[in-house]
């Protein structure tokens, strides 16, 4: 047996646990999340394995922790993986992962989202790995999400500069001045069509066109939108359900609702110009 080095003599994990102690929340709340777009790669292991590693050393250390991934299956689908059947892209691409049928019936699932959700979620025990399922589509029906949800579109200038300050950082002042243009009245949302089921649809360029909420009216709650998909204009209650904030506000959200205390992030999220540099870095 090679001994251990004394450089090497404190789990690289410890420094950090020793962080999230220090912070004296209880319960501890450690997140993970994942669309479920298809069969998940094994890279997106290593979050998992990260998290419900802290969530053992923590337990061990005699702390009160929670770890729960998140489906994020109110996500729409923006394509579709080439073993998927081919008519899928002509009827569900656009639609939210959670309103498109299973696409197979070895595992019982009622959706899209949860038949991937659930391959996944299946081999969990096999690691031991003890962690919670939370599902976005069902979270956007509960008044804790819908709360979050009005603050986001109360706070819409806000959240715009926010995040044009991130995105145009590097810019040129030309190239500053236009994207500024562009997203002169973007609002934090977009809205499920009542009519064709879309969140957004993929232009001949390309290009991914999103349902935006176009107006917000506080008095009545309520949201105005054009689906760009099939042209249908509609306004519908925040309680409906069909209203999404976008991730860089998604993700705060859940942070605030679970009083999320650690989620680990891929390499991706912490280069600079990534998720981690961006507002609403994960922790």
């Known amino acids: 047996m090679i001994a251990m ?21 209880s319960p501890i709340v450690i997140s993970a ?31 009160y922790v929670v770890f729960r991934i998140f489906f994020d299956s109110y996500d729409a689908a923006k394509r579709f993986p080439p073993y998927i059947p081919k008519q899928y892209a ?63 579109l109360e706070k819409a200038d806000v959240a715009k500069e926010i995040l044009l300050t991130h995105l145009t950082h590097a810019m040129s002042d030309k190239e500053r001045e ?18 064709c089921g879309r969140t957004q649809i993929k232009n001949k360029e390309g290009e991914i066109i999103p349902n935006r909420v176009l107006t917000f009216n506080h008095q009545n709650d309520s949201v105005t939108y054009v689906c760009p998909a099939c042209e249908y204009s509609g306004d519908v209650q925040l309680s409906s359900g069909l209203v999404k904030i976008g991730w860089r506000l998604d993700w705060p959200a859940k942070w605030s609702i679970y009083n999320t205390t650690c989620e680990p992030a891929g390499k991706d999220h912490s280069v600079k110009g990534g998720r981690k540099d961006g507002p609403s870095g994960r922790r």
């Open 90 to 152: 002509k009827e569900y691409l656009g639609k939210p992962f959670a309103l498109i049928p299973s696409p197979f019936d070895d595992i019982e699932a009622n959706s899209y989202a949860e038949y991937f959700g659930k391959e996944l979620a299946n081999t969990f025990p096999d690691f031991g790995i003890k962690i919670q399922l939370i599902w976005t589509h069902a979270l956007y029906q509960q008044s804790e999400m819908q709360d979050k949800l009005r603050i986001g």
């Open 5 to 25: 080095s004394e450089e090497y003599a404190i789990h690289w994990l410890e420094p950090l646990v020793d962080e999230i102690i220090n912070r004296k929340q």
């Open 178 to 195: 236009e994207k500024y243009e562009y997203y002169k009245d973007w609002m934090p949302a977009m809205v499920v069509c009542e009519n």
């Open 33 to 63: 999340g994942k669309t479920p777009s298809g069969h998940v790669h094994l890279g997106f292991m290593r979050e998992v394995i990260i998290g419900d590693s802290i969530r053992r050393i923590l337990k061990k250390k005699r702390k």
